[in-house]
């Protein structure tokens, strides 16, 4: 019998790792001159962002579903256009997530595997020239 394969879920460390990364995301997002673009787009408390990228990305990395279970199915993408997202927006979130997980100390390899997954999801949350 061979284990399963590591999910990133479990190599971050369950829902507390995650939980972490989303933290440092968005206190970062509130912290960088930087990333004031994004963050102009979020609402003024970031408490529901937090729970809601911390539930996504449990099962986006391969854990539970809890987004899922609380709301159904994600349709990121619509759920993303009441917000002018253009290439500056997705680079800004690409940036706040590489600095996210740079400064958790997340090993460069599963990383980089994330930022490439990332960019693709990112990259489609576009809905501005
Ligand atoms: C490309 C740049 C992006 C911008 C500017 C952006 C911005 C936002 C904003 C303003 C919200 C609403 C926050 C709230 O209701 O509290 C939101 C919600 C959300 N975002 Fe993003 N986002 C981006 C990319 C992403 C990516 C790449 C992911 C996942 C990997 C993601 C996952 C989510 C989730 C799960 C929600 C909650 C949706 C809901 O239930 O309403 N976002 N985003």
């Known amino acids: 019998m061979s284990s399963p394969a590591p999910t990133p879920f479990g190599q971050l460390g369950g829902e507390a ?16 001159p930087a990333y004031a673009g994004i963050r102009s787009l979020h609402p003024t408390s970031l408490d529901g962002s937090r729970d ?14 809890l987004y899922v279970q609380r709301f159904g199915h994600p349709r990121l993408r619509s759920r993303h256009l009441p917000y002018a997202i253009g290439t500056a ?8 997530m590489r600095q ?30």
């Open 17 to 32: 790792g995650v939980r972490a990364l989303v933290d440092r995301f968005y206190d970062l997002m509130d912290l960088e």
């Open 52 to 65: 809601k990228l911390h539930w996504f990305l449990c099962g986006w990395l391969g854990g539970p579903d």
């Open 89 to 96: 927006e997705r680079d800004q979130w690409m940036a706040c």
């Open 100 to 129: 996210a997980m740079d400064e958790r100390g997340i090993d460069p390899a599963l990383a980089l595997r994330l930022a490439e997954a990332f960019q693709g999801t990112a990259d489609w949350m576009r809905n501005q020239a």
